[in-house]
Nanobody, 126 residues
């Protein structure tokens, strides 16, 4: 089992950058698939990015590809989401998620992840 704590959210202007962090504790972090999801008011939770534990390959949603970058530091038990060129439509609560399995084609599905953080608010003003 793993516990996740997100940080780094805030209020920024369009075009700015933010880096979110997700600190994990409680289990062998390096064996977990790690994902970032977001949920805007009135909308379903949606996939943003993920990094696999084996090989470290990454996946991104079309809406953030080329602007957001996910990375993990296994020595620090932390996964990051670097968000560049932020847009007002990126406004949401961002959640970190973890799953103790290798995920391939289903890596974008929220219900594949067993563990979730409490979320951190990102607000982008125009």
């Amino acid at each position: 089992q793993v516990q996740l704590v997100e940080s780094g959210g805030g209020l920024v202007q369009a075009g700015d950058s933010l880096r979110l962090s997700c600190a994990a504790s409680g289990d062998t972090f390096r064996s977990y698939t790690m994902g970032w999801f977001r949920q805007a008011p009135g909308k379903e939770r949606e996939f943003v990015a993920a990094v696999r534990w084996s090989g470290g390959s990454t996946e991104y949603s079309e809406s953030v590809r080329g602007r957001f970058f996910i990375s993990r530091d296994n020595a620090k038990n932390t996964v990051y989401l670097q968000m560049n060129s932020l847009k007002p439509e990126d406004t949401a609560v961002y959640y970190c998620a973890a799953e103790n399995r290798f995920l391939y084609g289903t890596i974008w599905r929220p219900h594949e992840y067993a563990y979730w953080g409490q979320g951190t608010q990102v607000t982008v003003s125009s």
